[in-house]
Every structure is written in structure tokens, then in C-alpha cells.
């Protein structure tokens, strides 16, 4: 059983095509800039008990509108377990539906994904949020210790063709972004292999604590943003 937050039958921002977007309870690093606060408690009177049956009953309806699931959160790779069951019954149903369901993880990096053969294995991708390069600055930012997994999923994703996409919430003063930027380029670039970078503009709404009243990002620094991306051979988009 997994705790799910909400299921979406039909969304069109969580991936590629029209998917079902799975959201499971628990969050691991408390983000300042969540805009999803309410996934971060590890139990929560809102969120129901499922099993992949049931999920897997809720995915059926989409069928034939949607080309997959993702399965987000909160940190959905806290209860991963039962995401490989998850994603296991899913590839059983593309045969039995006769067109093919892709199944997408969407990430904070903070799970070690080479720990999950069994989940990997069944997993076409892995949307992957790099919140900050510098340590310094992941800690002011998130309650984790360390971003050193993220960077080491970060190479182990690309590794195995299984990168996706790279998520950064754009917010100045807040993220390194063009750190982040330098870094991960340089990465594609030893590996010689490279994946889409969503630059994700930050917005206040749903954020509680200290950012629930900082602007957004200008178009300028939006904009700013993909050029240095697109200086540095990343195939970047701004949303
Ligand atoms: S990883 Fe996502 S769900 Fe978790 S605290 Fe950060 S923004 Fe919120």
C-alpha cells in the first residue's frame, strides 16, 4: 500500500502527452519554495491508503487518452517498493490495452535510484529536480544534509538513458542557477550525453513561510537564464 495524495486522471505538465499524474504523500527535504506543502507531512488525514490495484483501477479510465503515468509527490521514491509494483502492473496492462503505457518518475534526487534494479527496470524516466549545485545553498534552501545523491543520480541517470528531463526552479538570490547550469553541462559534456533542461519560474502561490510573498522571477532573468543555458549547448525551455 502507498499513501497517494491525489490522482489526476488526465494532466498535460507532468511529462510528455497526456498522462495520469499519481501524487504520493511524504516529503523528505522541505523545500521553502514548495508550492505543495501539504505532500510534505509523511501522514496526513487528506491522504488515502491505496494499493496498485486500486491505482492501477483509476489509470484503466484514461486509457486510450493517455500515453502514461507519473508518479510524483511529495518524494514518491520514499515508498519505491511499491512504485515497482506500480510500474510492473502498468507494463502487464500496455499488453493487455495493446498500446504502450511509459511510466515517469518526477524527483528530488534524494533516493539513491541505482538502489531499485527491480524499479528501474520497469521506469522510462526520470523527471529530476536540481534544487541547488552548492551545498551552502541546498541547505538554506531545503532541510536535507547534503545534495550529494541528486548530483550522484544526476550521472547515474544519464549513465542509463534514463534522464528525462533536469527541473530548476528559477529564483534569484535564492539558487545557483547558473551554477547549476555550468555543472550540469559539464556533465553531459564528460558523459557525451545530455537530456532537457526545464528552467521552472518560481512562483508564490501555495509557497508558505518566508517566500509566500517574494516576486517572481522577471522575464529578463527568465530570459537571461536561457541564454546562459543556450551558450552552454543546453536544449533549455522557460515555464
Ligand atoms: S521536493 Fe517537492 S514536494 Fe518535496 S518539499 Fe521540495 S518542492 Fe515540496
Known amino acids: 500500500m502507498a499513501l497517494v495524495r491525489k490522482i489526476i486522471g488526465q494532466s498535460t505538465v507532468d511529462g510528455l502527452g497526456n498522462r495520469t499524474a499519481i501524487f504520493l504523500q511524504g516529503c523528505n527535504i522541505r523545500c521553502a519554495y514548495c508550492h505543495n506543502p501539504e ?3 509523511m501522514h496526513d488525514a487528506e491522504a488515502t491508503e ?13 486509457i486510450p ?4 503515468i507519473t508518479v510524483s509527490g511529495g518524494e514518491c521514491m520514499l515508498q519505491a517498493e511499491w512504485l515497482a509494483e506500480l510500474f510492473a502492473a502498468v507494463q502487464n496492462l500496455s499488453d493487455e490495452c495493446g498500446h504502450s503505457l511509459s511510466c515517469l518518475i518526477d524527483s528530488n534526487g534524494t ?18 529536480d536540481v ?12 532541510q536535507a544534509s547534503s545534495n550529494q545523491t ?14 528525462t528531463e533536469v527541473r530548476i526552479v528559477c529564483l534569484p538570490d ?44 522577471t522575464e529578463k532573468e527568465m530570459s537571461d ?3 546562459f543555458a543556450q551558450s552552454l549547448n543546453l536544449e533549455v525551455t522557460v515555464k
Not at 487518452?65 to 502514461?68: A, L, S
Not at 534544487?131 to 531545503?142: G, I, P, Q, S
Not at 564528460?190 to 509566500?212: D, M, N, Q, T
Request: glycine residues 6%; aromatic residues 8%.
Open 174 to 217: 535564492r539558487v545557483d542557477v547558473e551554477t547549476i547550469l555550468r555543472n550540469i553541462a559539464d556533465i553531459f559534456a564528460s558523459i557525451g550525453k545530455k537530456s532537457p533542461v526545464r528552467l521552472l519560474r518560481f512562483r508564490p502561490h501555495g509557497v508558505v513561510g518566508e517566500l509566500a510573498e517574494h516576486p517572481m522571477p
Open 111 to 128: 533516493i539513491p535510484f541505482a538502489r531499485y534494479p527491480q524499479l528501474m527496470a520497469h521506469c522510462n524516466g526520470v523527471m529530476l
Open 39 to 41: 505532500t510534505q507531512a
Open 50 to 62: 491505496m494499493s496498485v490495484t486500486q491505482v492501477l483501477d483509476e489509470v484503466r479510465k484514461g
Open 150 to 163: 541528486v548530483k550522484e543520480n544526476l550521472v547515474w541517470l544519464l549513465e542509463h538513458d534514463l534522464l
Open 131 to 142: 534544487k541547488a549545485w552548492d551545498t551552502a545553498v541546498y541547505n538554506r534552501l531545503t
Open 225 to 227: 537564464y536561457a541564454a
Open 65 to 68: 487518452f493517455i500515453r502514461g
